[in-house]
């Protein structure tokens, strides 16, 4: 047993109802490093499991005022010092005629960061998963629902683990290897 | 993981109430501030109190107008997050056949004051006169006064008989609501637009924007969502339906009232791009006008105060979900509608006719009277249908679906 590594271990549920009672079963167990798995969103999962708010609303607002100023002192720069040049009879700096790019520019930024970081914070693009191993997890794209908790989490314990999610209604667990 | 919740059952307003004396303090606003209003008519201030009276009656017409815009589109795409509000705005929208009355002074003592094109004449207006001559003129008021009664009085009637229908009516009655409202989109799109064309954008007649009728909704939806969050927070200490609007229904009414904020901005500075840039002078005089006099401070103001404050005040989730917070963006947003409204009618002042000057920005008891007069009227006539019926629609086939709303 302890020859063979580890990486942790997979339980199955069959309803939704169950998986949402069970993450809340391990949240309050203090796991840290788990994750769940359903075919569909499953509303309040994320209470359930105790996910903290995301932070990619604050990566999105910094790079969004970010792009907006850079973009706006760059046609300010652009059209009043390094390319001076009269438009209609408007003066160099015009912001009405600024206006249209500025705002394009602020929404890009921040999509692009907020498709970026999104990628990022989540650890894609991820080929291999240790749960691909599994026979059984083939079916999370279809009827069944996973939790996994990882070996490294602090409060990990095979035994104590397996036991915790047996007894919150898992109907497999199985060990997981890297 | 929700569960069927309990339908609300304090759904009437309670006797003794603020809402339910709204009809008597509604009522006598209305009558000391339009009394006041149309009293200094007569004589020499007719003019400046007319363009006061036409001030108020729009800026709170498009709380009214916003109301039924909203409760249609909300039918048309089958809504069920707001169901627990939806009889709220249908009965701020079925106020509209009240305007009728409230628009006689406008057609009648202020219309030769008002609109400088039923008496001058050029080159211009004669050839804008098919459209802008009385007969047509009087045809077309009554006509959006026929589609907005129309449309409000039905919708309402429809949604207070769900309240008694049996299991089986219940469906057709639903039916009936959806059916109405594509097609009442259409009349209602067109009315509004052509309102404000008629109404506003005819005080310069010289003046033509493609863009006012969509201008003139996109401060109407505005100013009606900031009215629901109030009402909605104002029904609540009043005691009713304590529970049944949750921080989710008023975090989707912060969103929308966020999402308008942009929306106008987005409007009226496309608006004005287009002014600015092709700098034609029949186009131009619009923004002229609103250059001088004192004028150009709120011309200045309006996009600071009315988008890019709003705009990071709203921004947060946190500001969305908190009703403080959300309750003092909503004053803010409604005081800076009556702010845009007032520079859309009154740099018209004086600016035509016999003495004709320039546009001076001063601020005349008539516009506070005429507004609280105005707001009174509404408010009245709001109070009396809201204490009539129940405040929601308690048999409305969504209203499970509401009551468990939540944000994901």
Known sequence: MTAKSLWGVLAQYETPAAVFHACEKVRDEGYQQWDSCAPFPVHGLEKAMGVKPSKLPWAVLIVGVLGSSLMLFFQTWAMGNAYPFVVGGKPLFSLPAFVPIWYEITVLSSCVTAFLANWIMNGLPQPYHPAFASKAFERVTDDKFFIMIEATDPKFDLEKTTALLKSSGATMVEELEP | ?408
């Open chain 2, 1 to 408: 993981m929700s569960h069927a919740i309990e339908k609300p059952k304090d759904i009437t307003i309670p006797a003794g109430s603020l809402w339910a004396k709204l009809p008597m303090l509604g009522g006598g606003a209305a009558v000391i501030g339009l009394g006041a209003t149309l009293a200094a008519s007569f004589g020499e201030g007719r003019a400046r109190a007319m363009f006061s009276y036409l001030f108020a009656f729009e800026a709170v017409l498009a709380v009214a107008l916003g109301a039924l815009g909203w409760v249609l589109i909300d039918h048309t795409v089958r809504a069920s997050w707001s169901t627990v509000i939806k009889r709220i705005a249908e009965t701020v929208a079925v106020t509209l056949p009240v305007f009728v009355l409230l628009w006689v002074p406008i057609g009648t003592i202020g219309f030769h004051d008002l609109y400088p094109w039923t008496h001058e004449a050029d080159a211009v207006l004669d050839r804008k006169r098919w459209f802008l001559s009385n007969g047509f003129f009087f045809g077309r008021a009554a006509l959006y006064f026929v589609i907005w009664s129309f449309l409000s009085w039905t919708l309402y009637r429809t949604s207070v008989k769900q309240d008694t229908a049996s299991e089986g009516e219940l469906k057709g009655l639903t039916h009936r609501l959806w059916r109405l409202s594509a097609p009442g989109i259409i009349l209602y799109a067109l009315s509004q637009s052509f309102q404000a064309i008629d109404w506003l954008m005819s005080l310069q007649p010289h003046w033509y924007s493609t863009m006012f009728g969509v201008y003139y909704f996109a401060a109407s939806i505005l100013a009606f969502y900031a009215f629901m969050v109030l009402a909605s927070m104002g029904l609540q200490r009043a005691g009713v339906m304590k529970t049944a609007i949750t921080t989710e229904h008023f975090h989707d009414m912060g969103k929308f009232l966020y999402g308008y904020t942009v929306f106008w901005a987005y409007i009226a500075f496309s608006q004005f791009m287009l002014i600015w840039y092709a700098n034609l002078p029949e186009e131009t005089v619009f923004y002229m006008v609103r250059n001088t006099g004192g004028w150009h401070y709120v011309s200045y103001a309006l996009p600071v105060l009315h988008f890019f404050v709003p705009f990071f005040f709203f921004l947060s989730r946190h500001v969305k979900r908190n009703r403080v917070a959300l309750a003092c963006g909503a004053v803010w947003t409604l005081v800076m509608h009556c702010v845009d409204l007032y520079w859309l009618v009154l740099p018209n002042y004086g600016t035509h006719g016999e003495g004709a000057h320039e546009a001076v920005l001063s601020v005349g008891w008539t516009d506070v009277a005429a507004l609280v007069g105005m707001a009174g009227a509404f408010l009245a006539v709001f109070g009396y249908f809201l204490t009539k019926n129940k405040v929601v629609g308690i048999n409305d086939p969504r209203l499970p679906e509401s009551l468990a709303h939540e944000n994901y």
